[in-house]
């Protein structure tokens, strides 16, 4: 059901903006309307869903999708890549070039080749403009039409239990539930095209292979149970049979083995699955992989992520000894230490982990607190300002950057940042309570200017 409301809203977005933003007069579409539509697709999928901002994840799809998209020719648009958090089998390219994995799909995939092989086949319909195509033939109809297709295209954010839903939904609209996938034909070519890029970007055809059979075997009995992804990328089977064919007389070679993608897998499923069935997947993975420290890290996160930081701590104790580099591995330890009371222990992993140019907020916040539990007031103070000014979305931050000057006798800097954490958090009765407690102490005239414009705005 509130994977319905979801389809239904996306749905009513996009037929408002069609109203309103689409020309009455039907030529094609153009490359300004479809970045135009990809904003508003992107923002719409931001507010009804989840996107994973995790760098060992977003950084690395990323860096493989542009690795791809360097052997295109000059592209109209930039293109972007996304996991979202969501136990759906699915990939879908949006208008514009905007690429979208979920985390369910991501799970299921073995290697780096067949991430890759997603990637190129989702570019290649984004650089053939096959979705800009289905607009512009829905916009020789109607905009109740053009609504339909969208709602369509936006079954690929719905998961497979909504696949029925939303075809309704677009029969009703559109009169024609056919515009709601890829013809075969647009597969096919896509296929072509992405093979052609993969294979450029140094990647080997049976990734793609090895990525059809994985698609394959998904598709259980009983249509309401079939993946999204078949649902809206058909001719699974012919496009398996005809690739198998052309690489029967070649051996496939064993998949190379890429430290990032393990870390970004192993992330995936510790931190954004299942947590009941990431931590019995690591159970019975470390039994028989004994001696892998990234099982023994996906583990470590499981089992933090169930409520068992201290059973957490020698794996990834293990984890950070065979990758003492990475600043991820080092991050996670720094932040279980804390979990379990070490905090000289966090703070002296967390100051070498910091010290990474892919230092992130987490890092700095445990550091941070490790600081204060240690009574180290002032460099507290430095590390949560920093990380304030660096990530200023990190509420959390100015919580305890509150309660840093609280304990250095600062009621003034105290309730200032308090109210910045309440306002970040739409508590404006809290927050005006703090703002109003500051300017009796706070002497900073710009401060003081602030929370007089924010106390004035609200009235």
Same mark, same amino acid.
């Given at each position: ?95 514009? @070039?905007?690429?979208? %994995?979920? =985390? ?8 780096? +080749?067949?991430? &890759? /092989? !997603? ?39 719905? @998961?497979?239990?909504? %696949?029925? =839903? ?8 559109? +009169?024609?539930? &056919? /515009? !709601? ?279």
């Amino acid at each position: 059901m509130i994977n319905f409301r979801k389809t239904i809203a996306l749905c009513i977005t996009f037929a408002f903006f069609f109203t309103v933003s689409m020309p009455d007069e039907l030529s094609a579409i153009t490359i300004q309307e479809e970045n135009e539509l990809a904003e508003q697709f992107l923002q719409t999928v931001r507010r009804q869903y989840r996107i994973i901002k995790d760098p060992a994840i977003a950084d690395y799809i990323n860096d493989v999708g542009q690795r791809i998209v360097a052997e295109l020719p000059q592209q109209p648009f930039t293109y972007h890549f996304y996991v979202i958090e969501q136990d759906t089998y699915n990939a879908f390219a949006s208008p514009a @070039g905007h690429i979208f %994995v979920f =985390s369910g799909l991501f799970e299921a995939l073995d290697h780096e +080749g067949e991430l &890759a /092989a !997603l990637l190129a086949h989702e570019i290649a319909h984004a650089s053939c403009r096959h979705i800009s195509e289905m607009i512009e033939s829905s916009k020789k109809t109607n905009i109740g039409t053009l609504a339909g297709v969208i709602g369509g295209i936006l079954i690929g954010l719905g @998961g497979a239990s909504t %696949v029925g =839903s939303a075809i309704t939904i677009g029969s009703m609209a559109a +009169g024609q539930s &056919a /515009a !709601l996938a890829y013809t075969r034909e647009k597969e096919m070519q896509a296929d072509q095209i992405g093979r052609k890029y993969l294979v450029k970007a140094g990647y080997d055809l049976h990734s793609m292979l090895s990525l059809l059979k994985t698609i394959r075997s998904q598709e259980w009995f009983g249509t309401d149970q079939v993946p999204t992804y078949l649902r809206t990328h058909p001719a699974t089977e012919d496009r398996l049979t005809y690739l198998a064919n052309t690489l029967s007389n070649e051996p496939a070679p064993p998949p190379r083995d890429i430290y990032e993608f393990k870390r970004a897998h192993t992330r995936l499923v510790a931190l954004y699955g299942d947590p009941q069935k990431a931590l019995k997947r690591f159970q019975h993975s470390i039994k028989i992989h004994p001696d892998d420290p990234m099982t023994h890290y996906g583990y470590g996160l499981a089992l933090e992520r169930n409520g068992n930081p201290k059973a957490a701590v020698e794996h990834l104790e293990t984890a950070c000894n065979a990758y003492p580099n990475d600043p991820f591995v080092t991050e996670d330890l720094g932040r279980i230490y804390f979990l379990n009371g070490k905090y000289e222990k966090a703070l002296d992993i967390l100051k070498t982990a910091v010290r990474q140019p892919q230092n992130r907020a987490d890092g700095l916040f445990f550091m941070g607190r490790s600081q204060l539990a240690l009574g180290q007031l002032t460099a507290a103070t430095k590390t949560f300002t920093r990380l304030t000014e660096s990530y200023p979305d990190y509420l959390s931050a100015f919580y305890f950057l509150g309660k840093t000057y609280a304990e250095q006798n600062d009621p003034g800097n105290a309730h200032y940042h308090l109210g910045l954490y309440h306002m970040g958090k739409h508590d404006r009765e809290n927050a005006s309570f703090h703002f109003k407690q500051a300017l009796k102490n706070i002497t900073n005239p710009e401060k003081i200017k602030k929370i007089n414009q924010i106390l004035k705005d609200w009235e």
